[in-house]
Structures are given as C-alpha cells and as structure tokens.
Nanobody, 113 residues
Framework: QLQACGGGLVQAGGSLRLSCAAS????????MAWFRQAPEKQRELVAR???????IYADSVKGRFTISRDSAKNTVYLQMNSLEPEDTGVYYC?????????WGQGTLVTVSS
C-alpha cells in the first residue's frame, strides 16, 4: 500500500528526494509522514504533511527538508537538502488516520562526511 524509493549514498551538503506512492484510498484521507531510524537508535519522526498540505518538521531538519504531497499522483515527497552525516538512516513512509498507522518498506539514506 505504501511504496517508498529514492534513497542512496550522498556526500554531506548534497541533496536527495524520497518518494512514497500510496493507493488512492489511503492518500486522500491519511496524514502522510516520513520517519527515520539511524543505527542503534529509535525510529523518529522527520516530517508530516496533513491532508490539507500543512507540513510539520522535526527541529533537526527544519529549513533543510521539505515534505509535500501530490494528490494527482498519490505520492508524498521528502526533499532533503544540505544533508548531514547525522541524517543517515533508513527512512520509512507512514500513513496515519484515526489511530490507524500504515508503514511502507524503508529506503536507506547514507550521508558521507
């Protein structure tokens, strides 16, 4: 139901764009988000975009990452700029609504210093 892609290896200061395609029944009614999990750390929220398009960001990525959703393509994006080694981790797409939480498979982002 959620298909994420776009991860890879990038040097510090570089950019990547993650994409997550969802089925139409999910995308229209769910808040969409990206989480990440670094090695030996807990999964954390990176950014969330509400159904009305409002974005919410973790302090660590504010000003560098932008989350957006394209209703025509049922896809949520995470544009990541000025990447830092601390951004390294597996990034997961998430859809949430009324206590229901759906997860996609992760995509690995590695930022080299």
């Amino acid at each position: 139901q959620l298909q994420a892609c776009g991860g890879g290896l990038v040097q510090a200061g570089g950019s990547l764009r993650l994409s997550c395609a969802a089925s139409g029944s999910i995308f229209s009614f769910y808040n969409m988000a990206w989480f990440r999990q670094a090695p030996e750390k807990q999964r954390e929220l990176v950014a969330r975009v509400l159904t009305d398009g409002i974005g919410i960001y973790a302090d660590s990525v504010k000003g560098r990452f932008t989350i957006s959703r394209d209703s025509a393509k049922n896809t949520v994006y995470l544009q990541m700029n000025s990447l830092e080694p601390e951004d390294t981790g597996v990034y997961y797409c998430n859809a949430q609504r009324l206590g229901v939480s759906l997860w996609g498979q992760g995509t690995l982002v590695t930022v080299s210093s």
